[in-house]
């Protein structure tokens, strides 16, 4: 004689999933990164001359292209797993790195292979990070 198990009483509302609330603290991170990596984007571009709008608008959209990937990237590094996490963090710190130094005119080879490497560092870097600090 088999007895029915029972279902567990739960709300709709516990089955939708929640995107993680991230404090303000943990938002002014990439806020503040993304004011200064603006700034030095605008002062490395300006290189000692006078101030243009181009040169505004550069490091305007350099800096909120910064702020979001990297809020975006700290919504959904929970649902990651450590390796792609630290591969993500990787890309976006090596992406911003090749950026910066292409605009001191060097070549897109020589920039690209300078984002690679910060890129490469700040994968080992963050991975390490992740593997010694998970519960």
Known sequence: MAAHASVPATSHRANRRTAPHLSRAVLAIPVVLGVMYGLYTFANQRG???????????GVVSGLAVIGLGIGLLSIQ???PRELRAAAYGTLFGAAMGFLYSLSDHSVLKSSGMGAIFGGVMFLVSFYWFYTHED
């Open 48 to 58: 000692g001359g006078a101030i243009t709008g181009g040169q505004i608008v550069l």
């Open 78 to 80: 929970s649902a990651l």
